[in-house]
């Protein structure tokens, strides 16, 4: 059995004639250190993990995922012929993307595995990965909690905080590349050139406002 990384240095250091007590001190110091991560790691490893549905955990709420997936499709995207109850103004306010941006996202993660819907063991489907990506959108947009979409899509906070983080960071690592870079000189120019006709000349990127604070704002813009 291999000796302890630190055992080891405190040995080089308790073995030096000339710094005999500051060795001693720093030795004892790695050695408290050592068991106290030891000690850490032994008490994360005894904690009861998530394990799924056991005896004694409080059952799930009957959620009816088709009915939160109804919704969604007859508010926002039309369900059996019949035009969406919100416009393509009032989608983009609340999603702050155009519809056709959210439905290139969402083509785009629907086939993740946490996203895609999935069967439980019961053989019923789960909630649709729909439910999943508006539900992220929605607390992107607002910067809500992750409960707040609950009466609308029917997820459960936890669902709708992975559903965030899963699509975070798809997004990251899949549209970073191609849009977290550089402009090309001729992207530049139209920037500029888009900005001037603005009233700002030489702009080459806009101002991220939205954490300002504003005294007067009026309360109809409360939140947005």
């Known amino acids: 059995m291999m000796d302890d990384p630190l055992d080891v240095s405190a040995d ?11 060795a001693t001190a720093v030795a004892a110091h790695i050695q408290a250190l050592w068991l ?18 056991v005896p004694g ?5 009957r959620r009816d995922f088709r009915s939160g997936l109804r919704t969604t499709l007859t508010d926002y995207f039309g369900l059996n012929g019949a035009p969406p109850v919100y416009n393509e103004a009032d989608f983009e306010r609340r999603f702050r993307v155009p519809r056709s941006v959210f439905l290139g996202i969402y083509h785009a ?20 990965s729909l439910q999943k990506v508006v539900a992220a959108f929605r607390v992107f947009s607002y910067g809500e909690a992750p409960d707040r979409t609950d009466e609308c899509v029917r997820l459960s906070a936890s669902t709708i905080a992975m559903s965030v983080r899963e699509l975070l960071r798809f997004i ?5 590349p191609a849009y977290l870079r550089p402009p090309t000189p001729s992207e530049l120019e139209r920037i500029l050139e888009r900005h001037a006709q603005r009233g700002l000349p030489g702009c080459m990127g806009s101002l ?5 604070e ?9 939140g947005m």
Not at 36 to 53: E, K, N, P, V
Not at 109 to 128: K, M, S
Request: aromatic content about 10%; some cysteine.
């Open 172 to 176: 990251v690592d899949g549209f970073g």
């Open 214 to 222: 504003w005294s007067n704002c009026p309360k109809a813009f409360a």
């Open 12 to 22: 080089v250091l308790l073995a030096d004639p000339v710094n005999g007590g500051v």
């Open 36 to 53: 106290y991560h030891r000690r850490l790691s032994r008490s994360r490893l005894g904690r009861r993990r998530y394990i799924g549905s």
């Open 109 to 128: 993660v629907n086939d993740l595995p946490f996203i895609a819907q999935r069967i439980n063991a019961t053989g019923r489907p789960q909630e649709h």
């Open 57 to 61: 955990r409080r059952p799930n709420k």
């Open 208 to 212: 991220d406002c939205s954490h300002w």
